[in-house]
C-alpha cells in the first residue's frame, strides 16, 4: 500500500512548462520613477528586478519565459538579446485592467508560473515542478486593505479587499494546464462584456472562485516584497535615500538646494484623462510638480 501511494504521489506531480510575467502597467503610484522607465527595470539591492526574476526563473529550470509588455515597451527588447525571452505587446494595457495580459498571454498558457515584474523574492520561490494551482500569500498582523483570503484545509475559499489579521495575496501564481483551460473558457467569454475590461484577472477569477480551484502558498512575511512608492522602497533598498536614480528628483533637489533624501512623502495625481500628470512631495514645505511643463509649485 505504501509503495501505490508514493506512485500515486509522484503522478500528481506537474512540470512546469514556462513562466509568464506581466510587465506592462504604468505603475503610476511610483512617481516619478515609473515616468522614465518601466518599474520592471528599476535597480533594488544592485539588480534589476526583472532580470533578478527571470534568473530566478532558469535557476529553477523554466526556460521558456514570456513577458507581456505594454508601457514603454521598447524598453523591453534587450531581454530577448540577454536572455532568449519570449516578449508579447498588450495593444491594450492603457484601457483594460491585467486581464488583457492574460488574454494577450493565452497561447502559452499551460502549466504556468504567472508573475508580477515588480515583485522582489528575498529567496528563490519557484520550482520545476508544482503538486496544484496556488496563489502565494503573507500573513500581515492588524489592518490591511490588502486582498484578503479565507482558506480551508488549505484550499481558498473567498477573497475579500480589506480585513484584519489575515493571509494576504502577494506574489506568484502558479496555473495547471486545467486550471489555464477553464480560466481562458470563463475570460474568452466574458472579455467583450463593458464591465469586463476594469477587472483585475483575479477578480475574475474570485467571481467563478467555485469552479477555479487554487491553494494557498503560504511564505513568511519578510519573503515577498513590492513596492508601490519611492518611500516604500527606501525602506528595502537604502541606497535611494541619498541616490533616488530619478533625472526628475535630481533637478528638482537642486532646484531647491536640497539632497534628493529630504524628498519625501511622493504622492502621484492624475490628469482628467486618467494618465499620469505629475507628484506632490514634501521637503520641508510641500510642492507639487508637473511631467507636461516640468512646472514646481509650492503648495
Not at 510587465?23 to 511610483?30: C, D, E, I, L, V
Not at 531581454?79 to 516578449?87: C, G
Not at 512575511?221 to 535611494?240: H, K, P, V
Not at 495625481?269 to 514634501?282: L, R, V
Request: with cysteine; proline share 2%.
Amino acid at each position: 500500500m505504501l509503495k501505490i501511494t508514493i506512485k500515486f504521489l509522484w503522478r500528481r506531480q506537474m512540470k512546469v512548462d514556462n513562466a509568464i510575467i506581466m510587465a506592462a502597467g504604468t505603475s503610476s503610484r511610483f512617481a516619478p520613477l515609473s515616468f522614465e522607465r518601466p518599474k520592471a527595470l528599476i535597480e533594488v539591492r544592485g539588480e534589476i528586478l526583472i532580470e533578478r526574476q527571470i534568473r530566478q526563473l532558469r535557476e529553477a529550470g523554466i526556460e521558456e519565459i514570456v513577458i507581456i509588455t505594454g508601457y514603454m515597451a521598447e524598453q523591453f527588447e534587450y531581454l530577448k538579446e540577454k536572455y532568449k525571452v519570449i516578449l508579447i505587446h498588450n495593444p491594450d494595457y492603457l484601457i483594460r485592467n491585467n486581464n488583457s495580459s492574460i488574454y494577450a498571454a493565452r497561447n502559452y498558457l499551460k502549466n504556468s508560473y504567472i508573475c508580477s515584474s515588480d515583485n522582489y523574492f528575498l529567496e528563490n520561490p519557484f520550482e520545476t515542478e508544482v503538486d496544484a494551482s496556488y496563489y502565494s500569500a503573507v500573513y500581515i498582523n492588524g489592518r490591511t486593505e490588502e486582498w484578503c483570503i479565507t482558506e480551508k484545509d488549505g484550499i481558498i475559499q473567498n477573497v475579500v479587499v480589506g480585513g484584519n489579521n489575515s493571509w494576504v495575496m502577494l506574489g506568484h501564481v502558479f496555473w495547471s494546464q486545467e486550471f489555464s483551460k477553464k480560466f481562458l473558457s470563463i475570460l474568452k467569454n466574458e472579455y467583450n462584456n463593458p464591465e469586463t475590461a476594469d477587472k483585475l484577472w483575479e477578480s475574475i477569477y474570485i467571481e467563478h472562485i467555485a469552479e477555479l480551484q487554487m491553494k494557498i502558498r503560504k511564505y513568511p512575511s519578510d519573503f515577498i516584497f513590492e513596492f508601490d512608492t519611492l518611500d516604500e522602497l527606501r525602506i528595502f533598498d537604502q541606497s535611494y535615500t541619498t541616490n533616488t536614480r530619478s533625472e526628475i528628483l535630481k533637478k528638482i533637489a537642486t532646484n531647491l538646494g536640497i539632497n534628493e533624501g529630504q524628498i519625501k512623502e511622493i504622492k502621484a495625481f492624475k490628469d482628467k484623462n486618467n494618465a499620469a500628470a505629475g507628484f506632490a512631495f514634501h521637503a520641508g514645505q510641500n510642492y507639487k510638480y508637473y511631467y507636461a511643463t516640468q512646472k514646481l509649485e509650492e503648495i
